[in-house]
């Protein structure tokens, strides 16, 4: 473990923004975290995973620390089901390719998207109809105050759509350190009815799907809508799909009566952000430096040397742009740092 000084994050962040770490180390155990946040002279730290849900708008002045600690374990099994226990610092699609090499169902969907395990519930990762809290089991947090491990049960995290625990009153307090997943070993549950996946598994000749096969549909349905952040530098999904009331929805479509849906309760539905934003004209707009990518909506893009103070501003712009039409408001999923 060594500190080091003025050092680019740009290989750390997926959308590629050319920021510096002031102070900057890697740590690959619990051991050389905990000595870290033991040294006085860096008072303030920021913890980075994978970097796949940040967008850098300026410098960073305090100690950044690399979270690599590493290690994938099989806690407890029994005929039907697993308890699988996954490091903070590993990459999330290893992860799930790890578990369906051993047929551990119910990460399938979640297959592909960036970033390390140790984020994940943090936002309550999810996709296709799948979520974190759907297979969460718990995870340990390092408390920053006490220098001690904690446990959080599903029901601690407090889940919500893109939301949790973590991002609210526990938002600064902790650094998730493992976290831990209810697997099934038979009769797995497959989730196929959302977006494309059984259009895609038709295409691929499959009538009787595996985990696998229902991986492989996810992959190669992200792949073809959303870009490499190798090839061009993004956060995937940039806001979230706005929940709005039933009466809102109804005063949408008397406006918009082509706009789509999906039942969140009796009371309330999702509206396809991405829907909303190639609406408003935004898809594919290139202001040169970065943009809207060209096949999906909801991903804002770098395409080379953007600033990350440029792109913030641009989502400011979608987002006023989204409420002057439609009256609905658009999170960020993303964190602006």
Request: some cysteine; hydrophobic content about 40%; aromatic content about 10%.
């Amino acid at each position: 473990m060594q500190i080091q000084h003025n050092i680019a994050l740009k290989p750390y962040n997926t959308f590629g923004i050319d920021a510096v770490a002031k102070h900057f180390v890697a740590v690959s155990t619990l051991e050389d975290l905990v000595a870290v946040l033991h040294l006085e002279q860096y008072p303030e730290i920021f913890i980075l995973g994978g970097g796949s849900n940040i967008l850098l708008t300026k410098d960073l002045d305090t100690l950044v620390v690399l979270n690599q600690i590493k290690g994938i374990e099989i806690v407890s099994e029994s005929d039907n089901e697993v308890i699988v226990k996954a490091n903070a610092g590993e990459n999330w699609h290893n992860f799930v390719l790890w578990c369906l090499d051993q047929d551990f169902g119910g990460l399938e969907n979640l297959s592909l998207i960036p970033g390390n395990v140790g984020t994940s519930p943090i936002q309550n990762i999810g996709a296709y109809g799948v979520e974190l809290k759907d297979v969460f089991y718990s995870c340990e947090a390092l408390n920053l105050q006490t220098k001690k491990i904690e446990t959080f049960n599903n029901a601690d995290c407090k889940f919500g759509y893109r939301n949790s625990i973590f991002k609210h009153e526990a938002k600064g307090k902790y650094i998730i350190t493992s976290v831990s997943f209810r697997l099934s070993k038979t009769n797995h549950t497959l989730h196929t009815n959302y977006g494309a996946i059984t259009s895609e598994l038709e295409s691929l000749g499959v009538s009787n799907p595996t985990i696998q096969d229902v991986s492989k549909a996810v992959i190669n349905i992200r792949n073809s809508k959303l870009p490499n952040p190798k090839d061009m530098g993004n956060s995937g999904s940039f806001f979230k799909n706005p929940v709005i009331s039933t009466q809102e929805y109804n005063a949408l479509l008397a406006q918009f009566p082509e706009a789509p849906c999906y039942k969140v309760s009796d009371n309330e539905v999702k509206v396809p952000a991405g829907w909303l934003i190639e609406k408003a004209g935004f898809k594919g707009k290139n202001m040169g430096q970065y943009g809207v990518h060209k096949n999906q909506a909801l991903v804002l893009v770098n395409y080379g040397n953007a600033k990350g103070e440029d792109i913030f501003k641009f989502s400011q712009l979608i987002q006023k742009t989204i409420l002057r039409i439609f009256n609905i408001h658009i999170e960020s999923e993303v964190n602006i740092l």
